[in-house]
Nanobody, 119 residues
Framework: QVQLVESGGGLVQAGGSLRLSCAAS????????MNWYRRAPGKEGELRDL???????????TYADSVKGRFTISRDNVKNILYLQMNDLKPEDSAIYYC?????????WGPGTQVTVSS
């Protein structure tokens, strides 16, 4: 059974940093590309926005334009953990952040972790 559990969210002032973690289990973590998504407050009925992706080996990463240069995605294939280092946070980064993997064409999601950035 696939499980993704995010942690590390919280309340931070603008300009601050947070590191999110996603503990993965129930699948061969090291063979799948992994993703971070987010959904801003008040947008519960909308699709999540892709924030960052990382390939299975941790070599190739991609970022949304809005977070380039501030966020870094990484992974530990021994511990089966996905990370998102977020620096220079802005109020518009406030959202619930979700870890994601696509397995056999199906999206798997964690429950998310809330990030709130105060101005």
């Amino acid at each position: 059974q696939v499980q993704l559990v995010e942690s590390g969210g919280g309340l931070v002032q603008a300009g601050g940093s947070l590191r999110l973690s996603c503990a993965a289990s129930g699948f061969y973590f090291g063979v799948y590309n992994m993703n971070w998504y987010r959904r801003a407050p008040g947008k519960e009925g909308e699709l999540r926005d892709l924030v960052a992706t990382i390939d299975h080996g941790g070599v190739t990463t991609t970022y949304a334009d809005s977070v380039k240069g501030r966020f870094t995605i990484s992974r530990d294939n021994v511990k089966n953990i996905l990370y998102l280092q977020m620096n220079d946070l802005k109020p518009e980064d406030s959202a619930i952040y979700y870890c994601n993997v696509v397995i056999q064409g199906q999206n798997k999601w964690g429950p998310g972790t809330q990030v709130t950035v105060s101005s």
